[in-house]
């Protein structure tokens, strides 16, 4: 082959190569193609969010208010909006816009900005080796209609699926499910002590005490929180739960045997809200008891000395950590791990849940080196005495329950009303589907362990229970998405030294080991040569 046909042949290549390459960009401007092989999916839509894209029936616009040359670490903001923002335009079959914004130098845009909800605010940025502040915009306004929700600060990008997919459906919706929470028996106050969870499921519901003690429930309530109750129920406000439960709607049943006081005395107390009643005549069990776990959250502990005060991180097993969980349940599915603070155990009676056809699941449990106590109750680190690993085992610590349930309470020997003119509804014979969940405990739903800013395991799950008992749940597998790398599971300590002392003295000496044998084979190859030249 002469020299003009290899440049012709070469040439020829070329052009096929382009050829290619053009084609490849055609069809990916036509066609959208990713591919994510994280666990969760964390860099593609969900299948929801695509579902309510298909279902927009009039132009949605998202206005993005964002300073141009952020400092780190928000400058990437901007950018991973974009690219999300990209996704919901591509399957929203045009009816999904958006535009990016920047106010700081336009009065006009800063007045609409402000008009919609997004407020200038002040950055803390590095530059010429020092801090300085600076001014700038983070936020965006969705737009449907006459109706508008806003983002005010994207200060974080975890989650931002999940708050734009919320957002959307709220917007979709001609109205919200309404939830209620239980006041009036002991349980901490929603405008205090359960601000934060009010908070947090009010932007998917919305959200209305029901005070036992002043009537009934009302019927546009369609899931029910019982938010922890300290003092006892009287017999008609148990059957209106009971009736609740029966007429087709769902409960959470947040029962707390034990009142800790972590704060003066460091000791538990037993309570009795009368709702173990409930919950075995629905086929479950709750003891009075306080679960100590080996596998624990850890706290801080201040310890006091002459002229000094220092901060221990210790473990603290009336907090489990949670990381078997039933893996199916839609709940807990993705979740890695949470903390259930200070809860009883819980079981399931077989008998029962048989008889009437009921779909019991022990959703989450203790790890196997776990312990309870009874009668006594010491919440004091320095005091909780673990027992040998022979008496430690794993318990249930939360259980759901769906299904007709069976009433705890007869059709003739229905209770008497507790206040003047009140009245009792009907007993149902012949209950409706419906859904219970039960967990020996309410501490988790308290400001002091519930931060709306804070998405971490136990956020994700109280709010993925509201959803599943509200039957209202299609944001469940999008709260839970993000590139956070999995939880590692425990290990022995024998297995931990190994792995310690193996990265501290075994790759160094498999790098030495293995650069002796490559000097060898050089130095073998070198002789070789030389024996030949010398021959």
Excluded at 69 to 87: E, G, H, I, T
Excluded at 262 to 280: C, E, N, P, W, Y
């Amino acid at each position: 082959m002469n020299t003009n046909e290899n440049t012709r042949q070469q040439l020829n290549y070329f052009l096929i190569l382009i050829g290619i390459l053009v084609l490849v960009n055609i069809i990916s401007v036509r066609t959208f193609l990713r591919l994510d092989l994280t666990k969760t999916g964390a860099y593609s839509l969900s299948a929801v969010s695509k579902k309510y894209m298909r279902e927009l029936k009039d132009p949605l616009t998202v206005k993005a208010f964002f300073t141009r040359q952020l400092p780190p670490p928000y400058n990437a903001n901007a950018r991973y909006l974009r690219d999300l923002l990209d996704d919901y335009r591509t399957y929203s079959r045009g009816k999904f816009n958006y535009q990016f914004v920047d106010p700081a130098d336009d009065p006009i845009l800063g007045r609409e900005a402000r008009s919609l909800g997004v407020y200038e605010i002040q950055l803390t940025a590095v530059e010429r080796d020092k801090f300085e502040q600076k001014n700038g915009y983070m936020g965006l306004a969705m737009i449907y209609g006459n109706k508008k929700e806003v983002i005010p600060l994207i200060q974080d990008t975890s989650g931002l699926e999940y708050q734009l997919t919320s957002m959307i459906k709220k917007l979709l919706q001609s109205e919200m499910k309404v939830v209620g929470i239980t006041q009036g028996h002991g349980e901490a106050a929603m405008a205090e002590g359960l601000s934060n969870f009010v908070d947090m499921i009010s932007k998917n519901y919305e959200v209305v005490p029901v005070d036992l003690a002043q009537g009934g429930i009302p019927e546009r309530v369609s899931a029910l929180m019982v938010a922890g109750p300290t003092r006892p129920l009287p017999e008609d406000k148990l059957y209106l739960l009971d009736h609740f439960l029966r007429s087709g709607r769902n409960l959470a049943m947040f029962v707390p045997m034990i009142k800790a006081d972590a704060r003066t005395t460091m000791q538990g107390q037993l309570v009795d809200s009368k709702l173990s009643r409930l919950i075995t005549a629905w086929g479950a069990r709750i003891q009075p008891d306080l679960v100590y776990d080996a596998q624990c959250q850890k706290i801080s502990v201040a310890q006091r000395g002459p002229g000094f005060i220092m901060q221990n991180i210790v473990p603290y097993p009336p907090f489990p950590l949670v990381t078997h969980v039933d893996e199916k349940h839609l709940i807990v599915k993705n979740l890695e791990s949470f903390t259930l603070p200070f809860v009883s155990s819980l079981g399931v009676n077989e008998e029962i849940v048989k008889a009437n056809k009921l779909n019991a699941s022990v959703l989450a449990k203790s790890s196997p080196y776990a312990w309870s106590q009874q009668r006594f109750f010491m919440l004091s680190p320095q005091f909780i005495q673990p027992p040998t690993k022979e008496e430690m085992k794993q318990f249930d610590l939360i259980v759901t329950l769906a299904g007709a349930f069976p009433s705890a309470f007869a059709a003739d020997k229905l209770p008497a009303p507790s206040q003047a003119g009140e009245s009792l509804p009907a007993f149902i014979a012949e209950a409706k589907p419906a859904r219970v969940l039960v967990i020996g405990g309410a501490d988790m739903l308290s400001n002091d362990f519930l931060d709306p800013r804070r998405q971490d395991g136990l956020a994700q799950f109280v709010l993925n229970m509201v959803d599943w008992v509200a039957q209202d749940a299609a944001l469940i597998d999008i709260r839970s998405k993000g590139p956070a790398p999995a939880a590692l599971g425990k290990v022995s300590e024998a297995h931990r030294q190994a792995v310690k002392y193996f990265n501290l003295i075994g790759l160094p000496l498999l790098v030495v080991l293995f650069g002796l044998f490559m000097w060898r084979r050089l130095e073998a190859r070198r002789l070789v040569i030389a024996a030949q030249f010398h021959k």
